[in-house]
């Protein structure tokens, strides 16, 4: 039996969104787009298989499905904005393929106005057909949030922009067999930029606290008490923390490449999280010294390599260049992960510790970048001879914080 959709893309979005559709009895198909890494687990994909799921590996099975959506990735290129590489290889794929009165939907990031002026005429040229005329086009934001127990897809709004009143209800009936509440937007680009305001928004947000973060240690303040005090204000707060740095999918985006003009908060939010790194190492190599210890030669401990607790997903994880920069400084850097079984940082294998206690005791410094709840924080400080937590999960008193 042919499938009603077609996920292509089955990376850090398309998956959730393939997930989501066979969990509400969508007959899915997902095609690839290359070489993708998402957040399921292997007993999640098996589970997604045996209610159905089914991998396209011909691209003529694109044309037999009534919603397409393209979810490949869209990696930063190399003068700083979205790559859309994938986007158009997608594109020029479903098109080939594509017959009337399909809907196709772009969830991949994507700035204002990629959709019309990009995506748009891959698909009409490549399949001889028109927009809003023979197929209906739509963006919808995705809006995964990766292990999330709290935000089930079914409970998760999803907002729509079409490029046509038609266009938006299709896409809109789509959605609705996933979840509780679909919000339509005016058209695409509203649509568009509801993604760069939800991805733009977390970043500049992190940014403030993580600087607040560098101000309250210098000040002697307790940084995570204030946030509890604070989140306490029933309005106009929302509470965000501190870390190492900014990892997972979803970059800032600051228009670079694409506008007149780019948004400067963004850019200066960029310029703030990628210092976190940084700026943990410092703290690493101070506190080794106020204990009678150099950086050169010490064995430090990284727990949780990962961006995401309870994830096994590397990307962009703060992780990598705290590794970098201890190892220029001398260190002698190992790690422990439960998701992680093993790890490469510059061509090279890191050690990874087996017994998580013997590791902390051995190590001279033990440093949290991710709190994975399997990992006993009250143990762990008992154990460890110098203990450095970048996010504020330890007991109060039990270990220096960032």
């Keep these: 039996m042919p499938a009603d959709l077609a996920v292509i893309g089955l990376g850090p979005y398309g998956l959730p969104l393939a997930q989501a559709a066979v969990a509400a009895g969508v007959r899915t198909a997902g095609y690839s787009t290359g070489p993708e890494t998402g957040p399921l687990s292997a007993a999640e994909l098996r589970r997604m298989h ?15 499905v009534r919603t397409a959506v393209i ?9 700083g904005g979205l790559d859309l590489g ?5 594109a020029r794929t479903l098109a080939a393929h594509l017959r009337p009165h399909t809907t196709v939907i772009l969830e991949s990031p994507a700035l204002p106005g990629t959709t019309e002026e990009f995506l748009r005429p891959l698909l009409e040229d490549g399949s001889g057909l028109r927009a809003g005329r023979d197929f209906h086009l739509a963006y919808s934001p995705s809006r995964v949030d990766p292990g999330s127990r709290a935000h089930p897809p079914a409970c998760t709004p999803r ?5 046509t009143p038609a266009c938006t209800e299709s896409a809109a009936a789509f959605y609705g067999r996933l979840t509780d509440k679909v919000v339509r937007a005016r058209g695409l680009r509203e649509a568009e930029t509801v993604q760069l305001l939800e991805t733009n ?11 607040m973060a560098v101000l309250c240690h210098e000040l002697g303040v307790d940084l995570w008490d204030v946030i509890r005090c604070a989140e306490t204000k029933p309005f106009g707060f929302q509470a965000f923390r501190p870390g190492p740095g900014v990892g997972g999918h979803g970059a800032a985006q600051d228009l670079t490449g694409h506008a007149t003009r780019t948004l400067r908060m963004v850019e200066l939010a960029q310029q703030v999280n990628s210092r976190m790194p940084r700026y943990v190492v410092q703290r690493a190599a101070t506190l080794l010294n106020e204990h009678g210890k150099s950086a050169r030669g010490a064995r430090v401990l990284l727990l949780g390599v990962t961006y995401k607790p309870d994830l096994a997903d590397l990307q962009g994880t703060p992780a990598r260049e705290i590794a970098v920069r201890l190892m220029e400084f001398g260190a002698s850097v190992s790690y422990h992960d439960p998701y992680v079984p093993a790890w490469n940082v510059l061509d090279r294998p890191v050690p990874r ?6 590791a902390a005791a051995d190590a001279d410094l033990t440093i949290l970048l991710q709190h994975h709840r399997t990992y006993d924080l009250q143990g762990l400080s008992v154990k460890a001879q110098l203990l450095l937590d970048t996010r504020g999960a330890t007991p109060t008193g039990a270990a220096h914080r960032l």
């Design 71 to 79: 979810c490949a990735p869209t990696p930063r290129g190399a003068d």
């Design 86 to 90: 994938q986007v158009e290889a997608a």
């Design 50 to 64: 045996s209610a159905g799921f089914r991998l396209a590996t011909d691209p003529a099975q694109l044309g037999r």
């Design 159 to 163: 907002v729509i922009g079409g490029l």
């Design 201 to 211: 928004y977390r970043h500049v947000n992190i940014a403030l606290v993580n600087e």
């Design 353 to 358: 510790a087996d017994s998580l206690y013997e």
